[in-house]
C-alpha cells in the first residue's frame, strides 16, 4: 500500500508540474494588470508605466497599470494579495509594503511574506533632498541650522506614512536633531504639487519624480540620498558629505505577484524583465527617470527581500517612524 500510495503521489505532483508548465506556455492570454500601490505621478508610477510600455510589446497583450494609493502602499498590496494567483496581477512594490510595513503598522490586512511572492528586482532609485526656492537655505548645513532656529515651522512633505520619502525624512530629523511637521500624502505626486506651490517647504523622495523639477529649477536640490553621488547629477552632493555623516537611504522597485502563482509564470516574467533592463536603449531610458535597471531571477528577488527587511527594520527604527 506505500508504495501504491507514493507512486499516486508522485503522479499528482507530475501532473500539477505539467498543468503548471503548460499554463506558462499558454500565458498570457489576456491583459496583465500592475497595480501601483501609489498615486499617479510618483516615481514607482513612472517607473511602472515605462516597464509595462515594453513588456507590452514583449509579450504582445496589453500590460494595464492601475494606482492603488492609500496607507503607504497597503491598500494596493493588499489588493493584489488577494487577486487570482493565476499570472495575471502583478505589484510593482517600494521598500515598505514588502520589507517594513510590517514594522510600521501594527495591523495589516495581509502579511507580505505570506501573501506576496517577490519576482524580479526592477529598479534602483536614490531620493534627493529638495526645498522649495522660497526656503532660504542653499545647503544641508544651512537647512539645518534653519531648522534649529525655527523649531516646528517647517513642513516635510512625504508620500504618505510609510512611505520611503517618510522614513527618509525622520531619519534625517532623528540624526540632525531636528523638530519639523511631517506632513504625509497619497503619494508622491501631490506631495510635489504642494511642494511647488510653497504649502510645504521640503521633501527627500525619489530622483525620477523630482528631477524635472530640480531641471526647471522649480525645486532647489541640496543633496542625494546615497552613499554616493549619482551620474545624472554629478555636482549634487551626498547628504552624508554636505553635513550628516553617516546618512544614506535608497529605495527600489520589486515587481511581485500573489502567493501561489505558478513559478513558471514567474520565471517567465522575472526573465523577460531581466531581457529588458539589460538593453542599453531601456536601461537609458530608466537612467533618465533617474533610476538604475536591475533585473534577476525569482530565487534573488526572493533573497534580496529578505535582506532588504532586516536593513529597512534597522533604518526605520533608528528613524522613530511610526504609522500608528
Known amino acids: ?39 499617479a505621478g510618483g516615481s514607482t508610477d513612472v517607473l511602472t508605466r515605462l516597464l509595462c510600455e515594453q513588456l507590452t510589446v514583449e509579450l504582445k497583450v496589453p500590460c494595464v497599470v492601475e494606482n492603488k494609493g492609500g496607507a503607504g502602499g497597503n491598500l494596493g498590496g493588499a489588493a493584489v494579495a488577494a487577486s ?33 511572492d517577490p519576482i524580479c528586482l526592477y529598479a534602483f532609485q536614490p531620493n534627493v533632498l529638495v526645498v522649495n ?83 526647471s529649477g522649480a525645486l532647489r536640490a541640496l543633496a542625494i540620498s546615497t552613499a554616493h553621488r549619482v551620474p545624472l547629477l554629478p555636482n549634487l552632493p551626498t547628504i552624508a558629505e554636505a553635513g550628516l555623516p553617516g546618512y544614506a537611504a535608497i529605495s527600489w522597485q520589486m515587481v511581485a505577484a500573489p502567493m501561489g502563482t505558478p513559478r513558471p509564470i514567474l520565471d517567465r516574467m522575472a526573465g523577460t524583465i531581466s531581457k529588458l533592463t539589460a538593453e542599453p536603449a531601456f536601461r537609458a531610458r530608466v537612467a533618465e527617470a533617474g533610476a538604475e535597471a536591475a533585473g534577476g531571477t525569482v530565487d534573488e528577488a526572493r533573497a534580496f527581500v529578505k535582506q532588504e527587511t532586516v536593513k529597512w527594520r534597522e533604518v526605520v527604527l533608528k528613524s522613530g517612524a511610526r504609522a500608528d
Open 133 to 215: 526656492p522660497a526656503l532660504p537655505v542653499k545647503s544641508v548645513v544651512e537647512l539645518i541650522a534653519y531648522a534649529k532656529q525655527n523649531p516646528r515651522k517647517l513642513n516635510y512633505a512625504s508620500g504618505g506614512v510609510g512611505s520611503t520619502s517618510h522614513v527618509a525624512g525622520e531619519l534625517f530629523k532623528t540624526m540632525a536633531g531636528l523638530d519639523w511637521q511631517h506632513v504625509p500624502y497619497r503619494g508622491t505626486g501631490p506631495s510635489v504639487v504642494d511642494l511647488l506651490a510653497g504649502q510645504v517647504q521640503l521633501t527627500i523622495d525619489n530622483l525620477p519624480a523630482i528631477l524635472p523639477h530640480i531641471r
Open 1 to 39: 500500500m506505500r508504495v501504491k500510495s507514493l507512486l499516486v503521489a508522485i503522479a499528482v505532483l507530475l501532473a500539477g508540474t505539467i498543468q503548471a508548465q503548460a499554463q506558462a506556455q499558454e500565458w498570457p492570454g489576456k491583459p496583465l494588470h500592475f497595480i501601483v500601490p501609489f498615486a
Open 84 to 116: 487570482p494567483a493565476d499570472g495575471y496581477t502583478f505589484l510593482v512594490s517600494a521598500p515598505g509594503v514588502l520589507a517594513y510595513n510590517k514594522i510600521l503598522y501594527r495591523e495589516m490586512s495581509f502579511d507580505p511574506d505570506k501573501d506576496l
